[in-house]
């Protein structure tokens, strides 16, 4: 008998495995598959469906039994027959709650397998749904046998979403199936598509008839060259024309298909801000009615709220969904400070600055959608100058605005930048195709708990968990499945599973077999298996002769990114891959701005090395220093230069780490490291220890 479980077992269900002989770890266990089930046993044995094999499914519609049939199908490579004796091999069974302590859930479910056929019951179709894909991924794990045992699962959370950024790079309609199916798989039951922003707007408006005529096309196939020629749009006709959009039928046929896999289309419609596609297409809709260089949308005008109501009315019609995403991001609010209308708002409503217009737009926003039946969710910004009254929050910038949208009552969507961006590096930088930035690997992703330092009474506000694929970086749809698998397992299985489960080397067990059956089935994955892992440097600390001494800043770090404030340089701790690990310190170089520290060992030591390592990644301007100077002396104000190096910032050079240091022979107690930007280029300077030995 083997037995795992999460939770506290149910007596009746404790009895029946207390019942059970033999040994176990098949194949086709629940042990193997991913989201890991709440809790499971196995008896020994298996059970192996042949064609031939029939299916009841009972007390549900003719839709869901279809939805659930296909599921099987699917899994199997056959069709199962219908049974017509009341003798079935899987048997599919919805009715009341059967005491199995599965909870409250319409997503949870119980399974027996026996030797001689499956039972899966619920008390909803979503749990028969979901005890068929547990049975399915059992089945492709044992290579198309079962485990015999029980499952009893339920998810951690109610929403386990996935979104998908078709804005800075169309993707078709048969990649976004495509990752359906593989949500199904992974029991994920949200797809939020970011069907809106300045690299094109991707989904027809029969109203406004500019955004697809227009707003949808631009001069540059990827969104580097877009950005790189200035940002421009083009006719649909022109020739040079790149991007596209879906129809309303297609997205309608999308949403249909999702809903055949219990998976719930949540559209985004950005603004006030990340809507340059649609004030180059409406003007008249920005404070300035100029083409280009509009983020915001003007919230002083009518015309905005007619725009954005129209939109919506078209979006709702298309898109059942009860959440309706809105945006609300990193709106600049500049225009607005100098805008006679957006003046004349504030003085109307009572606003006393930009933030409270914002929040006016988002509450004014809200009710529209509230009087439509839906529900408004919107990325943590919506919170500036008050939240909106029924809004859900996804928290993206940290963890904070959803722990205080938590704390004050209101559904949470986690999503934050560090453990759930999918589009920062995954593995060392250097080997992997360019990304925006960051190192986000599979353990750090499945180490992530959304409800960690979170007051008691907040817990329950944590409504989701989601994984987000911006897409900047990444131009195909092969290269959005490398970054996505094996990263939204780890999404999933901590969106699904008890908060208990955390053994990242049975997940990546997992995971890696998992990955190995997506690419047979025709997925890009990226190879969890030759994983190089984090920077060498970071292993270890450095013990060297600077350690733990004082640091003057004769400049000041950027505050944006302390690291461990002003004993970060001399701590001992050398960083990993990504800026963002709290081990490297920034400096802002523009010219006059640049890094300028002074080391005080606290007595006259023979030195024979000094150095600093520094890193670039181009996506979010980290450059390499154009100048070093290093100096050292036996008192602080007689310092003589040891070494000045100068570097030609290779501005081709994607992600690079590059030491700047002085060898030799010297005495001394004070040292001091310089650094310069480009003069020209500027950029941020990231390093995050001066060694010395
Ligand atoms: C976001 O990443 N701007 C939501
Ligand atoms: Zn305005």
Same mark, same amino acid.
């Given at each position: 008998?083997?037995?795992?479980?999460?939770?506290?077992?149910?007596?009746?269900?404790?009895?029946?495995?207390?019942?059970?002989?033999?040994?176990?770890?098949?194949?086709?266990?629940?042990?193997?598959?991913?989201?890991?089930?709440?809790?499971?046993?196995?008896?020994?044995?298996?059970?192996?469906?042949?064609?031939?094999?029939?299916?009841?499914?009972?007390?549900?519609?003719?839709?869901?039994?279809?939805?659930?049939?296909? !599921?099987?199908?699917?899994?199997?490579?056959?069709?199962?027959?219908?049974?017509?004796?009341?003798?079935?091999?899987?048997?599919?069974?919805?009715?009341?709650?059967?005491?199995?302590?599965?909870?409250?859930?319409?997503?949870?479910?119980?399974?027996?397998?026996?030797?001689?056929?499956?039972?899966?019951?619920?008390?909803?179709?979503?749990?028969?749904?979901?005890?068929?894909?547990?049975?399915?991924?059992?089945?492709?794990?044992?290579?198309?046998?079962?485990?015999?045992?029980?499952?009893?699962?339920?998810?951690?959370?109610?929403?386990?979403?996935?979104?998908?950024?078709?804005?800075?790079?169309?993707?078709?309609?048969?990649?976004?199936?495509?990752?359906?199916?593989?949500?199904?798989?992974?029991?994920?039951?949200?797809?939020?598509?970011?069907?809106?922003?300045?690299?094109? &707007?991707?989904?027809?408006?029969?109203?406004?008839?500019?955004?697809?005529?227009?707003?949808?096309?631009?001069?540059?196939?990827?969104?580097?060259?877009?950005?790189?020629?200035?940002?421009?749009?083009?006719?649909?006709?022109?020739?040079?024309?790149?991007?596209?959009?879906?129809?309303?039928?297609?997205?309608?046929?999308?949403?249909?298909?999702?809903?055949?896999?219990?998976?719930?289309?949540?559209?985004?419609?950005?603004?006030?801000?990340?809507?340059?596609?649609?004030?180059?297409?409406?003007?008249?809709?920005?404070?300035?009615?100029?083409?280009?260089?509009?983020?915001?949308?003007?919230?002083?005008?009518?015309?905005?709220?007619?725009?954005?109501?129209?939109?919506?009315?078209?979006?709702?019609?298309?898109?059942?969904?009860?959440?309706?995403?809105?945006?609300?991001?990193?709106?600049?609010?500049?225009? &607005?400070?100098?805008?006679?209308?957006?003046?004349?708002?504030?003085?109307?409503?009572?606003?006393?600055?930009?933030?409270?217009?914002?929040?006016?737009?988002?509450?004014?926003?809200?009710?529209?959608?509230?009087?439509?039946?839906?529900?408004?969710?919107?990325?943590?910004?919506?919170?500036?100058?008050?939240?909106?009254?029924?809004?859900?929050?996804?928290?993206?910038?940290?963890?904070?605005?959803?722990?205080?949208?938590?704390?004050?009552?209101?559904?949470?969507?986690?999503?934050?930048? !560090?453990?759930?961006?999918?589009?920062?590096?995954?593995?060392?930088?250097?080997?992997?195709?360019?990304?925006?930035?960051?190192?986000?690997?599979?353990?750090?992703?499945?180490?992530?708990?959304?409800?960690?330092?979170?007051?008691?009474?907040?817990?329950?506000?944590?409504?989701?968990?989601?994984?987000?694929?911006?897409?900047?970086?990444?131009?195909?749809?092969?290269?959005?499945?490398?970054?996505?698998?094996?990263?939204?397992?780890?999404?999933?299985?901590?969106?699904?599973?008890?908060?208990?489960?955390?053994?990242?080397?049975?997940?990546?067990?997992?995971?890696?077999?998992?990955?190995?059956?997506?690419?047979?089935?025709?997925?890009?994955?990226?190879?969890?298996?030759?994983?190089?892992?984090?920077?060498?440097?970071?292993?270890?600390?450095?013990?060297?002769?600077?350690?733990?001494?004082?640091?003057?800043?004769?400049?000041?770090?950027?505050?944006?990114?302390?690291?461990?404030?002003?004993?970060?340089?001399?701590?001992?701790?050398?960083?990993? &891959?990504?800026?963002?690990?709290?081990?490297?310190?920034?400096?802002?170089?523009?010219?006059?701005?640049?890094?300028?520290?002074?080391?005080?060992?606290?007595?006259?030591?023979?030195?024979?090395?000094?150095?600093?390592?520094?890193?670039?990644?181009?996506?979010?301007?980290?450059?390499?220093?154009?100048?070093?100077?290093?100096?050292?002396?036996?008192?602080?104000?007689?310092?003589?230069?040891?070494?000045?190096?100068?570097?030609?910032?290779?501005?081709?050079?994607?992600?690079?780490?590059?030491?700047?240091?002085?060898?030799?022979?010297?005495?001394?107690?004070?040292?001091?490291?310089?650094?310069?930007?480009?003069?020209?280029?500027?950029?941020?300077?990231?390093?995050?220890?001066?060694?010395?030995?």
């Amino acid at each position: 008998m083997k037995k795992y479980t999460h939770l506290a077992i149910a007596p009746a269900l404790a009895a029946a495995i207390a019942s059970c002989t033999g040994s176990s770890a098949l194949t086709g266990s629940p042990e193997n598959i991913i989201p890991l089930p709440a809790e499971y046993s196995t008896t020994g044995g298996s059970w192996t469906p042949a064609p031939g094999a029939t299916l009841a499914v009972e007390g549900v519609g003719s839709t869901d039994s279809a939805r659930i049939a296909a !599921r099987l199908n699917e899994a199997l490579g056959f069709a199962l027959l219908p049974a017509r004796d009341g003798s079935a091999d899987i048997k599919i069974e919805c009715g009341p709650d059967d005491g199995k302590d599965t909870g409250a859930s319409d997503e949870a479910y119980s399974m027996t397998v026996g030797k001689d056929g499956v039972t899966v019951s619920a008390a909803a179709p979503a749990g028969l749904f979901y005890g068929a894909v547990t049975l399915g991924e059992m089945l492709k794990a044992g290579d198309g046998s079962a485990a015999c045992g029980t499952v009893t699962d339920l998810p951690r959370l109610a929403y386990r979403g996935l979104m998908l950024d078709v804005s800075r790079h169309f993707r078709d309609t048969a990649f976004i199936r495509k990752q359906i199916d593989a949500m199904a798989r992974l029991k994920l039951n949200n797809l939020h598509l970011h069907l809106t922003d300045a690299a094109g &707007w991707r989904v027809e408006i029969k109203r406004y008839p500019r955004l697809t005529e227009f707003a949808a096309w631009r001069d540059g196939e990827t969104w580097k060259e877009w950005n790189s020629r200035g940002n421009r749009y083009l006719e649909a006709g022109d020739p040079d024309a790149r991007g596209g959009y879906y129809t309303q039928q297609e997205l309608k046929e999308l949403v249909d298909y999702a809903a055949d896999r219990y998976i719930n289309i949540i559209p985004e419609i950005e603004m006030p801000s990340h809507s340059e596609e649609v004030t180059a297409s409406y003007p008249e809709l920005s404070c300035t009615h100029e083409q280009y260089g509009q983020p915001d949308f003007c919230p002083g005008n009518e015309a905005t709220f007619e725009f954005i109501e129209n939109v919506l009315d078209e979006v709702m019609e298309i898109f059942p969904s009860k959440l309706i995403h809105i945006g609300g991001d990193e709106a600049p609010k500049q225009a &607005w400070k100098s805008c006679s209308l957006c003046a004349a708002r504030m003085k109307k409503e009572n606003i006393a600055d930009v933030d409270g217009l914002q929040s006016y737009l988002i509450h004014r926003v809200e009710r529209y959608l509230n009087s439509k039946g839906r529900d408004m969710l919107g990325w943590d910004e919506i919170m500036e100058g008050g939240l909106a009254p029924n809004a859900t929050v996804m928290s993206w910038r940290g963890t904070e605005g959803g722990e205080r949208a938590a704390a004050d009552g209101h559904r949470v969507i986690m999503t934050p930048g !560090r453990y759930c961006y999918l589009d920062g590096y995954q593995d060392a930088p250097a080997s992997q195709p360019e990304a925006i930035g960051g190192y986000l690997p599979l353990a750090t992703a499945y180490g992530y708990n959304p409800t960690d330092g979170l007051p008691e009474q907040a817990k329950p506000y944590i409504f989701g968990l989601q994984g987000n694929l911006f897409a900047e970086y990444i131009p195909t749809a092969s290269h959005a499945e490398y970054m996505l698998y094996p990263r939204m397992y780890a999404i999933a299985e901590r969106a699904w599973s008890p908060e208990s489960v955390t053994d990242y080397d049975d997940f990546k067990r997992r995971a890696s077999w998992l990955a190995a059956d997506m690419r047979a089935n025709g997925y890009t994955t990226f190879d969890i298996d030759n994983e190089i892992g984090n920077r060498p440097e970071a292993a270890a600390d450095d013990h060297h002769l600077a350690y733990g001494a004082p640091v003057e800043y004769n400049l000041k770090a950027w505050r944006n990114y302390p690291a461990n404030g002003d004993s970060t340089l001399t701590d001992g701790r050398h960083g990993g &891959w990504n800026y963002n690990d709290g081990l490297w310190q920034a400096f802002i170089g523009r010219g006059t701005e640049r890094m300028d520290v002074v080391v005080d060992l606290g007595e006259e030591k023979e030195i024979t090395y000094v150095g600093a390592d520094f890193m670039q990644i181009c996506g979010p301007d980290v450059w390499m220093p154009a100048k070093v100077v290093i100096s050292a002396g036996t008192t602080r104000d007689n310092l003589s230069e040891l070494i000045s190096i100068d570097n030609k910032v290779e501005r081709d050079s994607v992600v690079s780490f590059k030491n700047f240091g002085w060898n030799g022979n010297a005495r001394a107690r004070y040292i001091r490291y310089e650094a310069d930007a480009d003069s020209v280029a500027g950029g941020v300077l990231f390093t995050d220890e001066i060694v010395v030995r």
